[in-house]
């Protein structure tokens, strides 16, 4: 019986083109392995055996400077890396176009030198919306309003041009509906359910307090409760949760490597349950085959109709449908923020995961008590008026250190000036 060969990447030439295109030529030996693009030490995305060639990376996203480019390639149980840095020198760079145009947007570049410059943004070969200026940087917001569909973003420069792909959904079109759901993991520890109970209260306290729309609020008691609560009426049902919290122990990131990197999991194990189970808040139904584990999580987004493309000259999605995009995801467990989440804004992470979606949770293993005082306080602060997501996350976090003495490390991915009125 042969053995399979462990997985090899090399890349045997890096160039940068001057529209700030990077291509890496690059072989592959197993035709097991699955391969990432990894920049900066952030996975980009990820490609089967069959798209190992030229990689073409967008570099107008970066800061001009030294980056470190990689490309890992793994077969589930070996790893390969090769890696390579570049000096990025673009008259373009920090091309900041956001994956959703969902409400006001800002779109925003910075410049070589001072420049006129022309922002247009299309669909379909028709103008929606142009600027233009002066300067050295560039930042304009634009509001897509009714606007749904695939648009192209393009700017013009010191005689170079970028174009971006963007997306409004049709999902977003529209005011927001502001419903909410919470809920906590029943546990036979008495403790440990009074600690996940106290979290979930300061939770639906402030979420009551301000919206007074709530889908779902209390406890799950098993992994039939799961499925029924939080797949079957939060994200499947006719009300749409624009903010859900959850409360309960440690939830696996998706940088697991049975989880795909934009998956956006959430895993959670029920007293006497034999197994993890595990749910994607918004997966979408053309993952590679080689990152599926049937069976350990429930493939949501093919019921409810997410769908997504690469667009693989920038590293972004070209097109998607998401019918349920979650603006603010609060995880109070374990470790749930070790992973990159995507759950909070509907699309995959991206450099820009987009502007007016946050997800924040705990990073690290804490005691439950510590996690219970962070939760407390930050739902205590996000109450209040004009208070921003990063504010409240800051404060819950010195308040911890101040009362306790304990660095709780937590993460807040997407938009850190988001403001829940």
Not at 107 to 120: D, K
Request: some cysteine; overall charge neutral; aromatic content about 12%.
């Amino acid at each position: 019986m042969a053995t399979a060969l462990a997985p090899s990447v090399v890349i045997s030439n890096a160039a940068v083109d001057s529209n700030g295109l990077l291509t890496l030529q690059c072989t592959g030996s197993s035709t097991d392995a699955g391969y990432t693009l990894v920049v900066d030490g952030d996975a980009v995305w990820t490609f089967p055996q069959s798209e190992i060639g030229d990689i073409v990376y967008d570099t107008t996203q970066l800061q001009n400077g030294v980056h470190s480019f990689a490309l890992r390639a793994s077969d589930g149980q070996y790893q390969a890396l090769a890696s390579t840095a570049l000096n990025v020198q673009n008259f373009i760079s920090q091309f900041n176009v956001p994956d959703d145009m969902c409400g006001l947007q800002s779109t925003s570049a910075q410049f070589q030198e001072s420049t006129n410059w022309t922002l247009t943004i299309s669909q379909y070969g028709s103008t929606l919306y142009s600027a233009n200026g002066s300067g050295t940087s560039m930042n304009v917001a634009w509001n897509a309003g009714t606007t749904s569909g695939e648009l192209d973003v393009t700017l013009a420069a010191g005689g170079h041009s970028r174009t971006v792909k963007s997306r409004k959904d049709n999902s977003s079109a529209g005011g927001d509906y502001y419903a909410w759901a919470s809920l906590y993991v029943a546990d036979n520890d008495s403790l440990m359910q009074d600690n996940f109970r106290f979290m979930h209260q300061a939770a639906s306290s402030a979420l009551q307090a301000k919206y007074g729309v709530s889908i779902y609020s209390g406890r799950l008691n098993s992994d039939s409760s799961w499925q029924d609560i939080v797949i079957d009426l939060i994200l499947n049902g006719d009300i749409r949760a624009n903010h859900l919290a959850i409360a309960g122990h440690g939830v696996a990131g998706v940088s697991n490597p049975k989880n795909p990197l934009w998956q956006g999991m959430v895993l959670g194990k029920f007293p006497g349950s034999s197994y993890t189970q595990g749910s994607g808040l918004t997966p979408f139904i053309n993952i590679n085959p080689f990152l599926r584990n049937t069976g350990y999580y429930i493939p949501v987004g093919p019921a409810i109709g997410n769908t997504l493309q690469w667009d693989k000259t920038t590293g972004r999605v070209s097109n998607w449908v998401c019918t349920r995009r979650l603006r603010f995801v609060y995880i109070a467990a374990c470790t749930a923020g070790q992973g990159v989440f995507s759950l909070a804004f509907g699309t995959p992470r991206g450099l820009y995961p987009g502007k007016g979606r946050a997800f924040s949770s705990l990073k690290d293993a804490v005691p439950a008590g510590y996690a219970q005082i962070f939760s407390e306080k930050f739902w205590s602060e996000w109450k209040k008026s004009g208070v921003t997501v990063a504010d409240a996350t800051t404060r819950a976090y010195w308040y911890v250190m101040n009362q306790k003495k304990y660095k709780l490390n937590y993460v807040l991915h997407g938009d850190p000036n988001l403001v829940i009125k």
